[in-house]
């Protein structure tokens, strides 16, 4: 049997992988807690606050966002990316945690090292870029910033709080907007 991508290869863990998507969905969010505080968009963006950055796991949908973020957005930015992006990412020089796909996984070790060091980072302003993956929900939950931004990500409230439509600019240019980084 293939292992979970949702957790660590333990007992406790088994029966988790014949779970269905709602009840898992409620279980991380249950671990991550359920009240979130309250901030206000979009001044909670205003002179570029902490940020934690979960990048898309694909290097075709992350280089566009790299180059098209000014070089002042990621001076106060901890980044979370899988660990194909890491030649792209240093280029940027920014601060980043990286994991592998059997790493991203609830209770292993390096998952629960990401979850210590984005705590201690203790960001105001989550941006969550790519597809929704419980583990890194539960992360993004779990940061302590009271605004955790994504992209078309209505049915993943409350993991993230606010839920952004770019329609005619790119996820970049509108992050650099409301940044108002250049």
């Given amino acids: 049997m293939k292992p979970s991508p949702y957790f660590t290869n333990r007992f406790r863990y088994f029966f988790k992988r014949f779970s269905s998507q709602d009840s898992l969905f409620r279980w991380f969010l249950k671990k991550a807690g359920e009240d979130s505080g309250a901030f206000n968009f979009p001044e909670a963006l205003k002179n570029n606050p902490k940020t934690l950055v979960f990048l898309h796991r694909d290097m ?8 098209q973020m000014p070089q ?15 030649a792209l990412v240093s ?14 996984r609830f209770e292993e070790p390096v998952f629960v090292e990401m979850e210590q060091k984005i705590k201690e980072f203790a960001p105001t302003v989550v941006i969550y870029l790519g597809d929704a993956f419980l583990p890194r929900l ?3 939950k779990v940061s302590g910033a009271d605004c955790r931004i994504g ?31 250049k």
Avoid: W
């Fill in 138 to 140: 539960y992360l993004a």
């Fill in 91 to 104: 280029a940027k020089r920014a601060q980043a945690i990286y994991f592998s796909d059997l790493e991203c």
């Fill in 60 to 67: 075709e949908r992350v280089a566009p966002f790299m180059h």
């Fill in 72 to 86: 002042a957005f990621f001076k106060n930015v901890l980044l979370v990316a899988h660990e194909s992006l890491h």
């Fill in 151 to 181: 992209f078309c990500s209505e049915k993943v409230y409350p993991f993230l709080n606010l839920s952004l439509q770019p329609s005619t600019s790119s996820e970049a240019a509108l992050i650099a907007q409301y940044y108002g980084v």
